[in-house]
Nanobody, 124 residues
């Protein structure tokens, strides 16, 4: 069993930065693929980024490439999302997710664990 708790959300002006954290409980977390999704008001939840258990592979949605960076520290059971050059369209609730299978997490299907979400608001 893995529990995920996000933090670090807030309000920022366009062009600013935020760093989200996802703290996980559970011994198996270090072997899980983890990632971030987001959901804006009136829109479906969408993939943002993912990272393998050993950090050797990452993937990003086109909309956030070169602005967002995912990283993880398995010793601390924590995944991070550094968000730079934020835009108004990045406003959403951001969710941390974990799954043993890369493809499941990458396409957002049958993901085993979700966090409760943290709000990010970017004002223009």
């Amino acid at each position: 069993q893995v529990q995920l708790v996000e933090s670090g959300g807030g309000s920022v002006q366009a062009g600013g930065s935020l760093r989200l954290s996802c703290a996980a409980s559970g011994r198996a977390f270090g072997s899980y693929v983890t990632g971030w999704f987001r959901q804006a008001p009136g829109k479906e939840r969408e993939f943002v980024t993912a990272i393998t258990w050993n950090s050797r592979l990452t993937d990003y949605a086109d909309s956030v490439k070169c602005r967002f960076t995912i990283s993880r520290d398995n010793a601390k059971n924590t995944v991070y999302l550094q968000m730079n050059s934020l835009k108004a369209e990045d406003t959403a609730v951001y969710y941390c997710a974990a799954d043993p299978v890369w493809s499941d997490l990458r396409i957002g299907v049958a993901i085993d664990y979700w966090g409760q979400g943290t709000q990010v608001t970017v004002s223009s």
